[in-house]
């Protein structure tokens, strides 16, 4: 009995103590920051199909869409063709690339440049092959043309240009002048080309045109728009259908061969929808956003980056290392290089960017480096990291006012300040650069996976999505199916998934933002009246809270 | 006043209070290396199962049969054609169900006569039941009763002959 009361002797510092033992409990208790996305809905991202054909898997679609729900086709209620996306009633500008425009500005221009076009002899049935880079005259030229209704060809890469010429000789082609020597033989070689038009962008020099205009009919850009403001045409020509073909966009396929992906208005609305729900919904891209972009105007996706920046009235640039016509074909900027090129364009800070995993990998392994040099980065890392484990990062906490931030202002400039969001996708992302880009950057991050077939990206992750596991695969997840994206997997193991194992297969796609190939060969048709399932020719694995992984490609 | 440390409480609570400002200088790092399959205990968490799915297969009347929840499984029928998983009906479709008869069967012709009754349906021996007398009418009939299955319950198979597989 004594030695129990001596035990529970209590004095003052027993009142200090547990004073300072409550308030530390509560706080811990109390003070805890939310994850920023509730892990309830990262465990079922996808909803999944109750019924799946023997071979296949089931058919996955993103939770919010469901199995029964309409896909989205269009961003906004009157957003039908091309041209619709820039809006005639707003009036701010907003700069693409170096030149400071408002929307009437650019529909004025593509009323002038079409009409310029029907001037020089094109009609509806012509194809006009677009040797572009990324710029403000080629967004003219692209709405010019699927305005009035005139299909053209863009190409992956300039190592596509002979063979398009010998399978689909065009009417017409666009051309940089800086690209103009090395196309000449080939465009000269190509049928019919007295008939052709070739109208340059630039300057090229005086022993190329002179080759040039023996073989073919000439003309400088700006000239067919001067021709177009001059002929009086005001008013666009009747839009065309949303399910009219406004562009085929040529591009090599993972086992080498080339294929032609037909690209509808409808596709391109699509995929303006699906990229819109990229970003976090409390957040939305606005007029005040500058849109940076990695992905060429000439492949799907990149043109589907562009015309969202357009619609929300986003300045909008692209990165050198998009252009593919150049004078030295085969030089590229380095990765972090490139990143910074648009420094050279008079864009506003970037706000959001839509980079590929070489130019993430740069930009965190630069950032970290810098951060490296502090004395506490690895007090500073162990509690982002404890962040990032509880669910929640964020770009004001202590630990970034005492490192990071310095190391991002460091490396990125002002861009640091600006930069709400990173979009990833062109390739597999390391597993292993998650966390340091979690880190590094503190802002939401989306992994993505595009196909030149698609002008939507074919899977999204969410963008809070800070989930790190230890035993996961080499590749980074890439999330559920857009919204308005349905896939399944055929050539699946039916024993492997009655026994519960993750689906692994070849994936197809369906959904209003995939095209149509030029040779539907693999495509197959279940039902009658029902678009036929694409085939991708890649390899995915579904995990169980329905996110996917692309898995070695092509086999 | 007096600071003893030595008494136990004392000590407990300074225990207690280093063990917690250890964690807030130097929070816990460690990633499971078994990954949790519930949410409540930890962020990163994965499920255990997929979603069920059923395989869409070929039935014959003879391998349609058992699937009539007697032994308390699944419960099929077939409606033109299309067999519907009815499982989640087990009060209408079930051994005790109204419309008991139909689990496992054929139920076209009842579908369109409005009638549960045996005449409905036809003998897993015999050959499928051609529903060639039928009038317009019951023929409608049936449709609605195969778009009202369609939304309500799984389209889990099609029935063909008995000597078709």
Known sequence: MPAFADALVTDDLTIL?????????????LYKPQPLVHPILLGRQSDVSRVRNPGESAVYRYYGTGIMGRFPVRPQRDVHTLIDHIKPGVDAPRTLWSTKITNNQIRERVIH??????????????????????????????????????????????????????????????????????????????????????????????????????????????????????????????????????????????????????????????????????????????????????????????????????????????????????????????????????????????????????????????????????????????HKLSGILDGHVT??????????????????????????????????????????????????????????????????????????????????????????????????????IERGEDPVGKLFVRGPPIGRLMDDEDSTTENEGQEPWVATGVVARAQTNGSFAILEEGS | MSFNLSTPLNTALLVYILYQAQRIFFPPNQIPEQTPSEFKSAYSWMPKLHPPTLLFTTFTPKTLEPYNGKDGGRILLAIDGTVFDVTAGRNFYGPEGMYGNFAGRDASRGMAKQSFDREMLTDVDKPLDKLQDLSPEEIENMRGWFEHFSSKYIVCGRLVENDAI
């Open chain 1, 395 to 496: 770009r004001e906490s202590l630990w970034d006012r005492l490192v990071l931030n310095d190391a991002r202002v460091a490396i990125l400039g002002a861009v640091a300040a600006t930069l709400r969001g990173v979009v990833v996708s062109g390739g597999p992302l390391p597993a292993d650069l998650l966390t340091p880009a979690r880190i590094a950057l503190s802002i939401p991050l989306v992994h993505a996976f595009t196909h030149p077939i698609s002008t939507a990206p074919i899977f999204a992750s969410h963008p809070h999505d800070l989930q790190t596991f230890a035993h996961a695969l080499p590749v980074a997840h890439v999330g559920p199916p857009v919204v308005n994206i349905e896939v399944k997997m055929k050539g699946v193991d039916d024993a492997a």
């Open chain 1, 113 to 382: 440049f079409g009409a310029g076009l029907r001037r020089a002899g094109l009609k509806s049935s012509s194809n006009v092959l677009l040797l572009l880079n990324d710029s403000l005259e080629f967004l003219i030229t692209d709405l010019a043309l699927a305005s009035q209704g005139i299909p053209s060809f863009t190409l992956s890469s300039p190592a596509l240009l002979a063979p398009v010429l010998d399978v689909h000789p065009p009417t017409a082609v666009i051309i940089d002048a800086s690209f103009l020597p090395h196309a000449l033989e080939h465009v000269l070689d190509s049928a019919e080309a007295a008939h052709h038009v070739l109208i340059v962008l630039g300057e090229p020099d005086a022993q190329t045109t002179a080759r040039a205009a023996r073989g073919v009919r000439l003309v400088r850009w700006p000239d067919i728009e001067e021709e177009g403001r001059q002929s009086g045409v005001t008013e666009l020509p009747a839009p065309p259908g949303s399910e009219s073909v406004f562009t085929v966009s040529f591009y090599r396929d993972e086992e080498g061969n080339m294929q032609a992906a037909k690209l509808t208005h409808e596709n391109l609305t699509a995929g303006v929808a699906a990229i819109r729900a990229l970003v976090p919904p409390q957040n939305p891209l606005t007029a005040l956003d500058t849109v940076v972009s990695a992905h060429s105007l000439s492949t799907a996706y990149g043109r589907a980056i562009a015309y969202t920046a357009l619609l929300e009235g986003a300045s909008f640039g692209t990165l050198e290392g998009t252009k593919l016509y150049k004078s030295d074909i085969n030089s590229s900027p380095r990765p972090l290089d490139d990143l910074f090129t648009t420094k050279n364009l008079s864009l506003p800070s970037a706000t959001m960017l839509f980079i590929m995993p070489s130019h993430l990998n740069a930009l965190v392994n630069a950032v970290l480096e810098r951060a490296k040099k502090s004395f506490i980065f690895p007090v500073a890392w162990r």
């Open chain 1, 17 to 29: 103590l547990g004073l300072v033992t409550a308030s530390i409990f509560l706080l811990s208790n």
